[in-house]
């Protein structure tokens, strides 16, 4: 049980000190933070707070969207977020198809140059790498479910977010394996082995069928919907993964119950549904 | 122009007479049938229809779902369907995980081994192509979307449904490249030139986005979403497929549209997106 984390966005209602509390009440031991209630909290009050509160930051939430005009520019200020956090990496979701907005309908200047587009997100990964060096920061390249490919990440395997980190050394560029966004590939089990230590993050909740009008909030409790996490936490366990697991939802009808309700349902799905592929 | 076919469900709510003259008045000269509106029309009057109006059948939708408890006797019946309207293939859509019904929420006898009901598609397909070798109709099995792993099709990629095809004969189970199940796919082109001579079908159409709330419905004529399909066109075309070319679309505003003027809207479509790829 120690090794759960609370991924804020799970209970996005909260803030910065509200969550950390709730996780101390909860003998919750690590938070993935993100970058917008950090801010509100302000970063260095949100850096005192943890650490007085003795948890880990499992993940700063997150970089990428590198299509983008300030892009670099954001990317650098999320690595030092991430490094003055202690975070134990900063996700990235690299973004769509450029000009794809999420949940608007197409304008005239949407690109459907897709290979160019992933082409590019290589590049910034290369613009973006040296300043994570400088800061110490690791990298996580996170592939999402290919129902996202054109609005939120042109990433959309594991296979290729490791084709895309294999550049540059484990403990720089990693990926961020989450059960909602791989379950359905045929090949997650062999692209989790050969991940190995690139494994930065994991993240576990299920997914909801049907599913929802917006299907970003097709994210759910583990045990709600159709994904079996213990073969894919069996298999990341052993590619050798050893660190915090997160429990990240976006969900309604999650978002608006009561958080501590959520916290306390989360660590018996978490014990029920996880705990014993531990192994 | 003339490898251009209608699929039956973009004019969904004519009958197989109304889509035969309508495939005549706008010189289209093959079809994608489905077994329900030929049922209605019953087989022989449809099979002296599309042979009275001189149209090539492209494929008979569709086989699979192999969940059912019925689904042996379903399929071979499918099978025998085809071989009556020579059908170029039976396109096979193989269901999704055991007791997933799609539009419904989860109930108590849900599976969740996906690995298992992905082997039991392989035994399936392996108990019904002798009745398909002894009819001569050649199975087409359709990589669905990823979004439709748990209530459709547990078969998501290019890639798998050709290690599915491997131990037959190219002639006898080939696969089924549909753009807007496959565009995403970091693997696609590699996949579509391993296909080679196994490619028994191209549907062609877009993606909505945002996805409708009925993610089922996302599908849209060429130029009205987010696919490139002159990259995919130009691979399946390099992989040798010389077959007709069929527009598959689910769409509540084609559906609703004159099906007169959706024909020639997707001839004009045809003629901007598909041709020029065709070289």
Known sequence: ?????LNQWTTRHWSVPEAVAGCRRHGIEAIGLW???????????????VRDAGLRVSSLCRGGFFTGSTWLDDNRAAVDEAAELGAACLVLVVGGLPGVVPGEALGARVSRDLAGARSQVAQALDALV???????VRLALEPLHPMYAADRAVLSTLGQALDLAEPYPSERVGVVVDTFHVWWDPEVERQIARAGDRIASYQVCDQLMPLPADVLLGR????????????????????????????????????????????????????????????
């Open 220 to 279: 759910a409790m583990m045990g709600d919907g159709v994904i079996d996490v213990a073969p894919l936490t069996r298999a990341v366990t052993a590619a050798g993964y050893a660190g915090d697991i997160e429990v990240e939802i976006f969900n309604a009808g999650v978002w608006g119950a009561d958080p501590d309700e959520v916290l306390a349902t989360m660590k018996r799905r978490y014990a029920t549904h996880v705990v014993p592929a531990l192994g």
């Open 35 to 49: 970058r917008e209630p950090v801010a509100e909290h302000g970063l260095a009050a949100t850096v005192k707070l």
């Open 130 to 136: 040296p300043h994570a060096e400088e800061r110490n």
């Open 1 to 5: 049980m120690n090794r759960l984390s």
